[in-house]
């Protein structure tokens, strides 16, 4: 079956008491056993739950991997693969990182001795070098964040399995619609699920989609220890995300692909950082790597200062100043100041992450009302 139709239908069956065509939201918290010491397939929902099971079925069948486990919020999903890492233990991360994973990277991990190195992944020879023989773990992310800088996850799945590390994929941008990181060669793939899976900024979650059996079983043992699994309510929505993830990202992507032409026109943008522009680095490697669009996620250089970046990104309506993306809403931000307020200012410089940067998550509003609101912002910033 095409992805489309897994979306739809893989993990989804209908309920076969009522024939109900969705099946019902499980609630329940324990499930009723055959005997002392004997478990049926569900015993208690922090161990599993047949609506979780159904949303991790579904992502699983839909980036190609032998399971998939659903956590609380991305951070959770990331924390799992961290907590089984042990100290002494070393990661190799990309510079253009999701500020939350630098942070629990550099103030969480560190406390139990893992250590972290952080570079240019768009470079794998920076890679290959940074790498020890303690490294037991490299996480890209691409496209990166705020940067949308492209990785070339064939290439540092190769790299990372040469040298005894395994390769996650932050693919919370790429969305299993573009980009599906297991087929490539990584060992996991991260979401936020609260971002194109759910889609419409009403929940909070995360998933983990695994290459192998043994890494699952590891992985799962440690959700399953530490427990921080997604609830039903949102297992439920987030399977409801995956049946109109691809069309949504597809029409988002074809607008953000127009916007980013109409913004380099503009003498009022220094640049435009988006993987669909044929002078964008990764370009050529986005073409291959992502599944004929380039996502909805675009960055993008005020000519002008933080004062004016910060009256621009508060004077357009239709995108709303906030953090997230990857909603059905468009969302404007000044990662200076807002996602990447935790990389220390020393990192912000050294990667390039300036105060004239603006992030744009294009939501699926008609492109021409979108564009007429960045105009009106430009007239009231940059006067
Ligand atoms: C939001 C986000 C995360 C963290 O996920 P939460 O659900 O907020 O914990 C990680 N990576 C990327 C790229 C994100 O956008």
């Known amino acids: ?151 070339d996850i064939a290439a540092c799945a190769e790299i990372a399995h040469r040298r005894g590390a395994w390769l996650a994929v932050d693919n919370t941008f790429a969305t299993p619609v573009l980009t599906r990181p297991l087929e490539l060669g990584a060992d996991i793939s991260m979401h936020s699920a609260a971002k194109y899976i759910g889609g419409h900024s009403d929940l909070m979650g995360g998933a983990l989609v695994i290459r192998e059996k043994a890494l699952l079983d590891e992985l799962y043992f440690v959700q399953n220890a530490t427990g921080a699994i997604m609830g039903p309510w949102e297992s439920y929505l987030c399977s409801r995300g995956l049946k109109t993830i691809e069309l949504r990202v597809r029409e988002q992507s074809r607008t953000a692909q127009a916007l980013a032409e109409w913004l380099v026109s503009l003498h009022r943008v220094r640049r435009v950082l988006y993987p669909g522009l044929p002078n ?67 990192d912000r410089a050294k990667w390039g992450i300036t105060d004239g940067l603006v992030r744009l998550s294009v939501g699926l509003e008609a492109l021409e009302d979108l564009q007429a609101d960045l105009d009106q912002g430009f007239n009231v910033a940059l006067k």
């Open 1 to 151: 079956m095409r992805f489309r139709t897994r979306a739809i239908h893989t993990g989804q069956e209908a309920d076969k008491e009522t024939g109900a065509v969705v099946a019902p939201i499980h609630v329940a918290s324990t499930f009723v056993q055959p005997g002392a010491g004997e478990w049926g397939a569900f015993d208690y929902s922090r161990s599993g739950n047949p609506t979780r099971k159904a949303f991790e079925t579904t992502l699983a069948a839909l980036e190609g991997g032998c399971g998939a486990l659903a956590f609380s919020t991305g951070m959770a999903a990331t924390h799992c693969v961290l907590a089984s890492l042990k100290s002494g233990d070393h990661v190799v991360a990309s510079s253009d990182l999701y500020g939350g994973t630098y942070r629990i990277l550099h103030k969480i991990a560190n406390r139990a001795g893992i250590t972290v190195t952080l570079v240019d992944t768009t470079d794998p020879a920076k890679l290959e070098a940074a790498i020890t023989p303690e490294t037991r773990l490299v996480w890209i992310e691409t496209p990166g964040n705020p940067l949308m800088s492209i990785v």
């Open 280 to 346: 964008h680095p990764g370009h050529e490697l986005a073409k291959r790597q992502m599944d004929g669009a380039f996502g909805a996620m675009m960055t993008f250089e005020l000519n002008g200062d933080h004062a004016a970046t910060k009256r621009f990104c508060e004077s357009t309506k239709l995108f709303q100043l906030a953090v997230s993306l990857g909603a059905v809403e468009s969302l404007i931000s000044q990662p200076a100041s807002m996602s990447h307020a935790s990389f220390a200012a020393a």
